[in-house]
């Protein structure tokens, strides 16, 4: 099974050491749980977004995210069971090599494929997971595989469901890696089924 990942957010928790940037910057208290859209709509900063974003070019914050709790053990199994790991990235190029090294540390054993694209869609994967509402939606109904299953992996900032509830789609919420490993890749969820929490 090609298992498809995205990085930030799911197997990296780059929002920690972003708003830590911030808020020393800023003199601000901004938690992860105060980020309730990808967009940041609705976030009161304490500068334009655009400063906010800039953050995230600056490739050592990327060097700094550490690993969602049990993302490198699941997918370490994943690998061990024969399972192609495809990690995808809309990531811009001022970070990539960050991203690259990142992964050469705490992947040294798992072979994996490495896409950065805006269009994750494209890439073809039998099971694919993503932070983003938007992303998971358009591979439910735009992937290049129409039978993959589909899963948004649970952050504050994707709890606006009616966006991808709108639709005639199968997409499952995952609430943690340790709730996935119990998942995936044992059969428990199939594109078939309307999917809830895991």
């Not at 334009?48 to 070019?57: E, N, P």
């Not at 099971?127 to 439910?140: G, P, Q, T």
Request: with cysteine; net charge negative; proline share 5%.
């Amino acid at each position: 099974m090609r298992i498809g990942i995205d990085l930030d957010g799911v197997v990296y928790d780059l929002m920690t050491p972003w708003l830590r940037r911030y808020n020393e910057r800023y003199e601000d208290t901004l938690t992860r749980e105060d980020i309730i859209d990808f967009n940041f709509e609705g976030v009161e900063f304490r500068c334009d977004v655009g400063d906010f974003m800039s953050f995230l070019y600056d490739g050592r914050i990327h060097l700094e995210a550490e690993p969602v709790p049990m993302a490198v053990e699941v997918i370490t199994e994943w690998a061990s069971e024969g399972h192609t790991i495809v990690f995808i990235s809309a990531t811009k190029r001022p970070a990539i090599w960050a991203k690259v090294a990142r992964l050469a540390v705490d992947f040294p054993d798992v072979p994996y494929e490495l896409h950065f694209t805006s269009d994750k869609a494209a890439v073809e994967v039998d099971v694919f997971i993503d932070d983003h509402v938007r992303n998971v939606l358009d591979y439910a109904l735009l992937g290049v595989n129409p039978d993959a299953v589909v899963l948004l992996f649970d952050q504050p900032w994707n709890h606006d469901d009616e966006i991808y509830q709108a639709y005639d789609v199968n997409i499952g919420r995952v609430l943690g890696w340790d709730t996935m490993r119990e998942a995936l890749p044992s059969g428990r969820i199939t594109r078939q089924q309307r999917l809830d929490y895991y």
